[in-house]
């Protein structure tokens, strides 16, 4: 235990300051997301832009690819909560079940495909924990994208497999920023449920 709060404390001493931004923007993006504020998009991209750059210098390809998917999706995320010129905005519900399905195709569809992309050109050391982690993000930052209560579940399976994959890779105050999101994530699951509520017939 000693040797592992060790390494930890010498990986925290180790980060740089791209790393700390990186998390700061990070807590910020999740706290809005719980917050159900539109200006998590903006600061989801400056901390996801930081981010690719220092994934792919430690060989976490998968995650780099997520990190672009992650880009895409919050200007898609951006746009689709918006308010209309002649349309209100996009309330917070519940999954569908073809939202389910699109959302299973993404997560062991996108696993798959990643998985062959790791071994087959690149020398990534973790290709099937780095493609779950990938794929099952994916899947939340979708149903997040569409304001569905179901992406905090998506996003802390992720975040949940993410936490020792960033620890392994000695990105110590990434596995913390991991943690910090695990836990908003959990609250964030029960007042996107309460928002809901008073909508649901």
């Not at 990186?22 to 539109?38: P, Q, R, T």
């Not at 400056?46 to 880009?71: D, F, K, P, R």
């Not at 746009?79 to 389910?100: F, T």
Request: with cysteine; charged share 10%; aromatic share 18%.
């Amino acid at each position: 235990m000693q040797s592992w709060i060790a390494l930890f404390i010498d990986q925290v001493k180790a980060t740089t300051l791209l790393e700390w931004l990186a998390v700061i923007f990070g807590v910020a993006e999740v706290i809005l997301a719980k917050a159900n504020k539109v200006w998590l998009y903006p600061t989801g991209i400056v901390a996801t832009l930081i981010s690719i750059y220092l994934l792919l210098n430690i060989g976490l390809y998968a995650e780099c690819l997520l990190n672009g998917y992650y880009i895409v999706m919050s200007f898609y995320g951006w746009y689709y909560w918006i308010k209309k010129r002649d349309q209100p905005a996009v309330k917070v519900s519940y999954a569908n079940r073809q939202e389910w399905i699109i959302t299973l195709l993404i997560v062991f569809g996108g696993w798959g495909v990643l998985y062959l992309v790791l071994v087959s050109f690149t020398p990534s050391t973790v290709p099937v924990w780095d493609a779950w982690v990938s794929s099952t993000a994916w899947a939340g930052m979708w149903l997040l994208a569409r304001r569905k209560i179901e992406n905090w579940v998506l996003l802390n399976v992720s975040n949940l497999f993410a936490i020792p994959l960033f620890y392994h890779k000695n990105l110590a105050m990434f596995a913390v920023l991991t943690v910090i999101l695990f836990i908003v994530a959990v609250f964030g699951y029960f007042e996107w449920r309460k928002i809901a509520e008073p909508l649901t017939p």
